[in-house]
């Protein structure tokens, strides 16, 4: 289904403030693809995910999402296509329960109450946060509130996934649960993320940005391992990825 595609083509993005983010970025995402993004803190990582859903336009280059270039006229047929998870919850959050939060989106797109509260519920259950679903969402730890905002994209049936670094603040059952769950999501995604053993077990291709450009676009389990161009991009080998000092073995890059 070509319509899933993603062509991202010379973006270049200066915020008002004239801090240069994106500096010629190009990539494309095939239909059904995950990848992750990679990059030291202040590499351009939200800021390319911003570009992706409309919610910052380029300074010049081109984006097409499916078969539509991402502009103005395109927004709201991008917002049905695109879920973005952000990397503020609170960006995301605003209703006064969690069960409303996640209701939002389905409700907008006209789906039958029935259908609705089902839909909530299987997604709030899927993060392991059914049990929040009459809690104000405000008053939620980090963690809870990123599974709620999960369930709050997941609930949209999304055909593109974006999300900034999903598992950031999760317990340990938490970050394994959105893993399964990310798993389990067939279409196109783009996962940006610090956690480097979570892109080995989730996303077959990473694209590193480094000062806002694409310093590698290449399999993970080559470019994890390339200890040298990590560290040329402010980045470190991820524990799964270094080879045991006995017998040099790498459990995170061995074929699955
Ligand atoms: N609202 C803003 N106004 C001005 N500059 C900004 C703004 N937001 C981000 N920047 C700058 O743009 C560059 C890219 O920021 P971005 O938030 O995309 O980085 P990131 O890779 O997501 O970093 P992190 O890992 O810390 O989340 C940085 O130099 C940052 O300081
Ligand atoms: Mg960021």
Redesign the pocket.
Known sequence: MSHHRVVVEAVRFA???G???LDGVSFELGHGESVAVI??????????L?HLNGILTADSGRIVVGDLPVAHGTLTHLRRTVGTVF?DPDDQLFMPTVFDDVAFGPLNLGMPEADCRARVRDCLERVGAWHLRDRPPHRLSGGEKRRVAVAAVLAMSPDILLL??PSTGLDPRGRRQVIELLRGFAHTKLV?T?DLDLVLELCPRTIV?HE?RVAADGPSRTLLGDAALLERCGLEVPVAARPCPRCGFAPGLAEG
């Open positions: 915020y008002p403030d801090t240069w983010a990059g030291a803190n202040g590499a351009g990582k939200s800021t390319l911003l990397q900034d670094e940006v610090h940005l806002g």
